[in-house]
């Protein structure tokens, strides 16, 4: 084989090698969000907490999240198994931002997070709630898929 062609081989390999690690980010947010999700870490303005009044950041509540931009929000809280009833989610693009609006144990959740990481397995975001406060919330994908 000429020393060209082996060139050839590497540069192949390689440009193939870029491609094939970001193939994640060649489908959209909507394409990637979709799938069951579970909040294992919560943090509040910069401290990682376990529990909160807010049930829809806490630690082990479920967020499934469907193509047809409706969604569901699922926590145990004081024993019980509790659902939104109302829910839905719209994603951006551009801005790499996702809108959450949601009804969760009596309480409205509407905001815009930024999303810092979204592949197939992991989901973080984050935001700041209409008093102040700062919210991370990192989930992890309990889809099969």
């Not at 806490?58 to 699922?74: F, G, N, R």
């Not at 959740?109 to 979204?118: M, P, S």
Request: proline residues 1%; charged residues 20%.
């Amino acid at each position: 084989m000429s020393k060209l062609a082996k060139i050839c081989v590497v540069v192949f390999c390689g440009i193939t090698a870029v491609l094939c690690t970001s193939c994640e980010n060649l489908f959209s947010i909507d394409y990637r969000i979709v799938r069951s999700w579970q909040i294992s870490h919560t943090y509040l303005n910069g401290v990682e907490i376990d529990s909160t009044e807010y049930i829809g950041y806490a630690p082990q509540t479920y967020y499934y999240i469907y193509a047809d931009h409706v969604m569901s929000v699922m926590a145990r809280y004081n024993g019980e198994y509790r659902e939104s009833s109302f829910a839905m989610w719209v994603a951006d693009q551009k801005k790499k931002t996702v809108n959450f609006q949601y009804t969760f144990y009596g309480k409205e959740y509407d905001f815009t997070a930024d999303i810092l990481k979204l592949n197939r397995n992991e989901f973080l975001i984050e935001f700041t709630d209409e008093k102040g406060n700062h919210w991370k919330l990192q989930m992890f994908s309990r889809s099969n898929y």
